[in-house]
């Protein structure tokens, strides 16, 4: 656990960074430090590992006050990531990742080892190890940085903007991996970002801080966006902050999925006619996953991967409100698809539908997901 | 021209080419490495701590502007009543090609430090490196290839300088141009240029071959 | 210092001073009027740039006095001939400058190059009027350093006899007199601080769209 206790920043020309900051990151549980620029987000990150000194107020990580301990071992507990991963260019990946490794002390060859094992852990293949830095992509520089900071097994995780510097395709993908990763792990992580909607999808916590680094809010997202604090917090959270709170409510429980009826590719339109339940049918593959929609009023002959129409969503059972209204918004036939975990069929859902178990949910003041 | 260097009395003697090409070489080396003594200290100190930038970068525009022969003939006659025998002349020489030397490997190794990426920087602080051990291990390695770049133009020109030292009467490849102008030998004087710029080439090369062994993959693309 | 003797060279030491004046600038604009083709081209040439910048940079690890010695041999001319000096400096000053027109002329950022494509410039006028002037600040750094290093190399050609303020250097020596000595220093290292100021204001005049610091 991390613990900020009435933790201060002020500069000798009188500005304040963090202003009276108190709060707790809890043990195996991502907080997330949101806000805009000047909020003072980044200075309460590095006074952490005391890159910057507090001026007044402690930090504890796990109970024992961080100005108390020695600078260096201090550093070395907890593992630190930060916008463009800051490797060193002299050094190769493998090389790389065991530099902290080294720091704590493992010997070279042992430190190798787990250098190497962590490659995969974050999505590199093996051969990436003898590359330089400035032979990989942006995605890959960030997974090496996440690798270095993890090779020393620390208990504790700072991130700055991690995912913040590469494009928002490779960004998903990150996001995605990083909260698996922290499933197997389980590191008490402190994270940075100017991004709320990456902040609502990572945080377990997340705190919003303000302008002059007063801290404004901190809640699980679900809490920030059905209860914000103030009208700072409101406007940060943003306009559509209705429509995103459906991230966090079950679809399972409250929607009723219909059977849809589907042909495979290559059957004649005329066939497919007899089956569809109006113009649109569901085209999928011999293994029940969906392909895309046909408009059979336009179709005349063999149904072809060119005929088909992809701009339907795909929701999984399990997901939230959100993406099942989302399917069915995008689906031209005007039924979302619904999959199961392996993408295989499970029936379509009606807006209609969507719609009216919103309302219940509503109504019945928001179940599902914690 | 090739008779000249065909002719064994050139390679014989207290005029020995290979004689002169030697002590042109201890000349260079040891003004090199008491230039790299002063300059290389200042030069991280000056980049790891980002402090007495201006008066590197003043001192170094300065040195630049003393002219390198003025300065040898002035101290070989402030010099000259305080030393003894051939001192009197190479102290003065060394101390100027120690001037030229050394703003070039200072500044250089201050711009290699100073131009390694804040973001490794920021990361090796942060994963727990003592200062010396962002320097050793982060700042310096990074900066090699420039730190390498200014020690190849503090030795070029060291040894250029050198040839002037034959004027005050050492020895050195100047020699042969020396004497040459002294005695009307143009003959003379082309081969000493000749050899001077063959050194140069050399030790140019041995210098590059020498950085591209040091110098990580990562850095040179 | 003998003001004495000061005094009655004074006639010699404004001549040498004035050959040594031109011996140090006619170089720097020669070197200056080729080096924006030949950088130019340079930059232009794609895969033999490293070659073509290595095989500039050889010339001016070229020692200043085997220079002297050997352009008589190339140029035909007499060892005292002042040519010598001149073509000397303006070899030295091409090296530098190929290499600091290519960089400048490359550091001018791609947008803008393409925004002046969009607009229709053509080749020639986009070059003197987009990238030319924006690659004058590193241009101006490279004279700067060009013209103070030719202030001291000049002196050097004193050994071969060209008459500049080295005179006074060898002068000094032969006479054991430390008077021509100082004076020599004192006039070298000011007319390399004029000669690096004047560059510097021409520069500045040159970069008024540059942010001062």
């Known amino acids: ?370 | 021209m090739i008779p000249w260097f065909t002719d064994p009395q050139h390679w014989n003697g207290s005029d020995a080419i290979g004689l002169l090409i030697g002590q042109h070489l201890i000349y260079s080396a040891a003004a090199l490495a008491i230039a790299l003594l002063i300059g290389f200290p200042i030069g991280l100190y000056v980049g790891h701590t980002r402090r007495g930038v201006v008066i590197v970068a003043g001192t170094a525009n300065a040195l630049r502007s003393l002219p390198s022969l003025g300065l040898i003939v002035m101290l070989v006659i402030l010099f000259g009543p305080v030393f003894k025998s051939d001192l009197a002349y190479l102290v003065p020489c060394l101390i100027v090609l120690v001037l030229l030397a050394v703003p070039p490997i200072m500044t250089n190794t201050y711009a290699g430090i100073a131009a390694v990426d804040p973001a490794s920087v920021d990361a090796a602080r942060g994963m727990g490196y003592s200062p010396l051990g962002v320097l050793l291990h982060v700042e310096l390695p990074c900066a090699l290839p420039l730190i390498f770049s200014g020690i190849r133009s503090a030795a070029l020109q060291v040894i250029s300088t050198a040839t002037i030292a034959a004027y005050v009467s050492l020895g050195g490849l100047g020699r042969l141009i020396i004497d040459g102008l002294a005695q009307r030998d143009y003959y003379e004087m082309v081969a000493g240029a000749i050899l001077v710029g063959l050194l140069t080439l050399a030790v140019d090369l041995a210098i590059a071959l020498a950085s591209r062994l040091a110098l990580s993959r990562g850095l040179v693309r | 210092m003998n003001f004495d003797w000061l005094a009655g060279e004074v006639d010699d030491i404004g001549n040498f001073f004035a050959w040594h004046v031109a011996l140090s600038v006619i170089p720097v604009l020669v070197a200056l009027v080729l080096a924006v083709p030949i950088g130019w081209l340079v930059k232009q040439s794609g895969f033999l740039r490293p070659a073509l910048l290595g095989t500039v940079g050889l010339l001016y690890t070229i020692p200043s006095l085997a220079l002297f010695v050997l352009l008589p041999l190339v140029l035909g001319t007499q060892i005292l001939d002042p040519l010598n000096v001149v073509v000397a400096l303006t070899v030295y000053t091409l090296a530098l400058l190929v290499r600091t027109v290519c960089d400048g002329l490359e550091a001018v950022s791609s947008d803008v190059l393409q925004a002046a494509n969009a607009m229709g410039y053509r080749r020639i006028a986009r070059f003197f009027r987009v990238e030319l002037p924006l690659a004058v600040p590193v241009i101006g750094a490279g004279l700067r350093v060009a013209v103070v290093s030719n202030v001291s190399i000049v002196s050097i050609a004193a050994l071969i006899g060209t008459p500049q303020l080295g005179s006074l250097f060898t002068e000094g020596l032969e006479l054991h007199f430390l008077t021509p000595i100082f004076t020599g220093i004192i006039l070298c290292v000011a007319l390399a601080v004029l000669l690096d100021s004047l560059v510097l204001i021409i520069t500045r005049q040159l970069t008024g769209w540059q942010p001062r610091t």
């Open chain 1, 1 to 370: 656990m991390i613990v900020f206790k009435n933790v201060t920043k002020r500069y000798d020309n009188g500005t304040i960074a963090v202003d009276d900051l108190s709060l707790e990151a809890p043990k195996g549980r991502i907080t997330i430090f949101v806000g805009p620029s000047g909020c003072g987000k980044t200075t309460s990150l590095r006074m952490i590992n005391r890159l910057i000194a507090p001026t007044s107020g402690s930090i504890l990580l796990d109970g024992q006050p961080t100005e108390a301990m020695n600078l260096a071992q201090l550093r070395r507990k907890i593992g630190y990531v930060i916008q463009h991963a800051g490797l060193f260019p002299h050094l190769n990946v493998v090389q790389n990742i065991a530099t902290t490794a080294r720091l704590k002390g493992i010997a070279k060859k042992q430190a190798l080892l787990i250098a190497s094992e962590l490659l995969e852990r974050v999505g590199l293949d093996l051969s990436f190890g003898n590359r330089y830095p400035w032979q990989l992509s942006g995605g890959q520089q960030q997974r090496v940085g996440v690798a270095r900071a993890l090779a020393s097994d620390p208990e504790f995780m700072l991130m700055d903007e991690p995912f913040s510097a590469v494009d928002p395709v490779v960004r998903h993908q990150l996001q995605e991996e990083f909260l698996r990763l922290q499933r197997d792990i389980g590191k008490t992580i402190i994270m940075v970002t100017h991004d709320i909607d990456e902040a609502l999808k990572l945080g377990d916590q997340v705190a919003v801080l303000r302008t002059g680094g007063v801290l404004a809010q901190v809640a699980s997202p679900k809490e920030l966006l059905s209860n914000p604090a103030d009208s700072f917090v409101a406007d940060f959270v943003g306009r559509d902050r209705g429509y995103r709170y459906l991230s966090f409510v079950d679809a399972a429980s409250s929607l009723a999925v219909m059977i849809e009826p589907v042909v495979a590719l290559g059957t004649e339109a005329a066939a497919a006619r007899i089956v569809a339940k109006d113009q649109w049918i569901l085209v999928v593959n011999a293994a029940a996953q969906p392909l895309g929609w046909v408009d059979l009023d336009r179709q005349s002959g063999p149904l072809r991967e060119s005929d088909l129409n992809l701009s339907g969503t795909l929701a999984s059972q399990d997901h939230s409100l959100r993406q099942v209204l989302d399917a069915a918004l995008s689906a031209p036939s005007g039924r979302g698809v619904i999959v199961d975990a392996g993408r295989v069929l499970a029936g379509s859902v009606r807006l209609s539908d969507v719609v009216a178990a919103i309302q219940s949910a509503k109504a019945a003041g928001w179940g599902g997901r914690p």
